[in-house]
C-alpha cells in the first residue's frame, strides 16, 4: 500500500508571499504524483505532477518538487494570492498496487490580504 | 465542456433504505473511481474501474457496489446505509495514457 502524509493542515500566509505545501509518501515504488486543490463545495481541482523520473517541475506560479531519497514532495505557490486560499493535497500512485491512488489529508491555505 | 456530473448533490436518507448515486463524465475515459472523503482522513477509494464490465475494490469497499455497463457511467450502489457511511462522495475519471484525475462536484450524503 502506501502512506501519505501532510506536514501542516492548517497555513496562512500573506497576499504576495510565496507558499509551500509538503507531503511526505512511504512506498518507495510510488512514481506518479498530483497536487490538487480543493475550495470549498467543490471536487478537487488538478494542479500539477510530476513523475519521478524528475525533481522538478513548473506551472504557472506552481512548483513541485520531488525528493525521492527522502520520498518528499512540495508544492510552491509564488505570489500567493486570496483565490488561492483552499485546501491542497497530494496524490500518490504507486507503481506496485495496480491503478490506486493515495492521497493525504490535506493542508488548509488562507491567504491574508 | 468536459466534466463529471454526480447526482444527486445533496442526500438525506434512513438505514437501511437503498440508493444510487449516479456519476457520467463526457471524455471518454476508460478510467472511474469513486472516493468517500472524511475529516482527517483524505480522499479513500471505495472502488475502481478500469473499463466497461471491469471493477475492482479500492481501500473500502464494504457496504457499496458498482456496476460499469457504459463507459460513461459508473454508479455507486449503497444496498443498506447505515450512518457510517455518512460522507462526501467523489467520482473520478481518466484515460489510461494520462493518470490525472478529474473530480465530480461531490455527493453529500447523511444517513440517519
Known amino acids: 500500500g502506501e502512506s501519505v502524509g501532510l506536514h501542516l493542515p492548517t497555513l496562512s500566509v500573506q497576499e504576495g508571499d510565496n507558499s509551500i505545501i509538503n507531503c511526505a509518501y512511504s512506498n518507495s515504488a510510488s512514481d506518479y504524483f498530483i497536487w490538487y486543490k480543493q475550495e470549498s463545495g467543490k471536487g478537487p481541482q488538478f494542479i500539477i505532477d510530476?513523475?519521478?523520473?524528475?525533481d522538478k517541475r513548473q506551472g504557472q506560479r506552481v512548483t513541485v518538487l520531488l525528493n525521492k531519497t527522502v520520498k518528499h514532495l512540495s508544492l510552491q505557490i509564488a505570489a500567493t494570492q486570496p483565490g488561492d486560499s483552499a485546501v491542497y493535497f497530494c496524490a500518490v500512485l504507486p507503481s506496485n498496487t495496480g491503478n490506486q491512488f493515495y492521497f493525504g489529508t490535506g493542508t488548509s491555505l488562507t491567504v491574508i490580504p | 465542456e468536459a466534466q463529471v456530473t454526480q447526482n444527486p448533490r445533496y442526500l438525506i436518507t434512513v438505514t437501511g433504505k437503498k440508493l444510487t448515486v449516479t456519476c457520467s463524465q463526457n471524455m471518454n475515459h476508460e478510467y472511474m473511481s469513486w472516493y468517500r472523503q472524511d475529516p482527517g482522513l483524505g480522499l479513500r477509494q471505495i472502488y475502481y474501474?478500469?473499463?466497461?464490465?471491469?471493477?475492482d475494490k479500492g481501500d473500502v469497499p464494504e457496504g457499496y457496489k458498482v456496476s460499469r455497463k457504459e463507459k460513461r457511467n459508473f454508479p455507486l450502489i449503497l444496498e443498506s446505509p447505515s450512518p457510517n457511511q455518512t460522507s462526501l462522495y467523489f467520482c473520478?475519471?481518466?484515460?489510461?495514457?494520462?493518470?490525472?484525475?478529474?473530480f465530480g462536484p461531490g455527493t453529500r450524503l447523511l444517513v440517519l
Open positions: 473520478a475519471s481518466s484515460s489510461p495514457f494520462q493518470e490525472t484525475q478529474y
Open positions: 510530476i513523475r519521478s523520473n524528475m
Open positions: 474501474s478500469m473499463n466497461v464490465e471491469v471493477t
